[in-house]
């Protein structure tokens, strides 16, 4: 199979609202007036963002969640997006997997495969997503005042939390360091390798929050750069969340883990791929945040606030200052 | 060095066009009224498209080159690009160069980095590059008729000619198969290195091209897309364009290479990586053609026309048909 046939026969379908898709040496986009265009690009690399036997289907997923994601901390409505594909082999069993998995959530989102790239090469993914915001209204990471309040997103679906820290419990059971149950297993697996963009909650964001950042690194390195951009501190509840997973995970949890306290705030505070939304709100925007995350079937924890003071004050349940640090994910430095 | 110094301290620079560059989950464009937005992604994998040795700064420049060149082949002006960025190691020295080579370019065509990626991994170098051109003026590749004239795009930098072949001799210096003299060495690596991508030519072009693509896999099979997306065929001067290349050529070619007239085609008709221009204009619009070519330091030599009857004919200088076949590049097939 050529890298022509490649395209045709998994990724070309005829242009919806592109003027130009693929097959010629740009695409063309028309822009609505006074919308603003929202542009991201994430890497995938193989053995870093995801092992090399994942489930073709699911890494097409999770190629264009996190940049979906993107869109959705800057509450953007996504548009288009274009694919650089790097592959040891051009094997039709993957592609028809990986396509189809990419294009399923393409579809559910609206964003149209509009260009990009095929290559022989080490596996690589690289996808640019472009959204639009009127102008004005994107949801900054320095917007944050001191007084607002912080939440962070999740989700009830069928019956199970989506929250945050199971991306990183699905690593932890891939490396061996813990165990779940079967149930338990299976979901956190969903949310590491097939994660669900806050598109919706991050568009009924906006007017509302005064800043967001999605969750890839680590809840406080990703809160830290809303804090940093807005030269604010915080306080934040870290229990709250940790003992909120720990009760998810009650009846869950096998002999082999160690899921106490220490652990459950490893995977809250510091673990990364959840994409989930981070943002602050005034106070007085309460009732609006709950609307917001209500009708777009999402939920919105309240973990703390902004402070004028810098740096980060993490607290107990009891409301003791906890210590011990918790760091998030560096490319060049884990 | 971690992610976040490393994109502080060679990419981020402040927004100029951007309403908002690097450092938030997306960078955010105010597009122009009545403008379309042409986009276009390019990946470089090491191995594949340069030779791991080759210098940072050059391989900054043609990442980009080769991105720019998308936009002169659909007659759109450079606006801004987003990096992603995969490297084995942080390494200071690697990232200087790159980035001054990509920059420096960047600058002299007015393109703006407004954001990307920067993971660890294999070398992998994606762009996305976007444009504007007004609704209705791009250049494709769908728009060539029976009776057009083809031409394809060079340049006289400093008394030396700048050709379609120039690249792939490079390569083949580098494979040991032809030797060159230095100063013609020198130049033909330059054209492999860093290409000078024909966007002003391309601008220039609006309203007189009926098509357009840029050579990046092959004179005959980029040409091929044209004639495909057009529903037309084509003769060729082959020659035309090999006999130049042997003139410039002459009295650098040391005794190692095998440079005769079926190299040359070799060269000029299946070798990739020039990224010249290759467009098609009525024959009413031959005054045009020049005067465009004139005003932007490029030429435009005319190699042949568009058939009504599909395939390509090759004519040899005394206009006999060629029967040898040259193909050009496929990254799943080579």
Redesign the interface.
């Known amino acids: ?4 046939e ?1 395209i045709e026969r998994f990724f070309k379908r005829p242009a919806r609202r592109a ?2 898709g693929i ?9 609505a ?1 006074g ?9 995938l ?5 995801f092992f090399p036997a994942v489930d073709a289907a699911r890494l097409g997923h999770k190629a264009l969640a996190v940049n979906l994601s ?2 959705a ?2 509450g ?1 409505k996504p548009l ?1 997006f ?6 040891p ?2 094997e039709a069993v993957w592609l028809e997997g990986f396509s189809r998995g990419l294009l399923a959530l393409a579809d559910a989102f609206d964003c149209e495969l ?9 596996l ?1 993914i ?1 996808i ?4 639009e ?1 009127p ?1 004005g209204a ?1 949801l ?3 917007g944050a005042r001191a007084g607002d309040d912080i939440y962070v997103s999740g989700a009830v679906v069928n019956g199970a939390c989506e929250m945050l820290g199971q991306a990183r419990m699905a690593l932890e059971v891939a490396r061996g360091t813990l165990a779940l149950d079967a149930a338990a297993g299976t979901q956190a697996r969903a949310r590491l390798e097939t994660p669900t963009p806050r598109v919706a909650l991050g568009l009924a964001l906006r007017g509302i929050a005064h800043s ?3 969750v890839s690194d680590g809840l406080l390195g990703d809160l830290g750069h809303i804090l940093c ?1 807005s030269g604010c501190g915080a306080t934040l509840q870290a229990d709250l969340i940790a003992t909120n997973l720990i009760a998810a995970c009650a009846d869950n949890t096998l002999a082999k883990g160690l899921f106490d306290l220490n652990f459950a705030r490893k995977m809250t505070l510091a673990g990364g791929d959840d994409y989930e939304l981070v943002f602050t709100a005034p106070p007085s925007a309460r009732a609006a945040v709950a609307q917001a995350a209500a009708a777009t079937q999402a939920t919105a924890t309240r973990i703390g606030q902004v402070d004028a003071e810098q740096g980060v004050r993490l607290l107990d349940a009891q409301g003791q200052p906890i210590t011990q640090r918790y760091d998030s994910f ?4 884990v």
């Open positions: 199979m050529g890298e022509f490649l003027a130009l097959g010629d040496d740009c695409a063309l986009l028309q822009p007036p919308m603003q265009l929202a542009v991201s690009s994430d890497m690399v193989e053995g870093r963002h993107d869109l901390a800057m953007a288009a274009t694919l650089a594909l790097a592959l082999r051009a509009i260009g990009g790239d095929t290559t022989q090469g080490p690589n690289c640019t997503i472009l959204g915001v102008a994107a900054l990471r320095s967001a950042i999605d951009a560096d490319h060049f430095k």
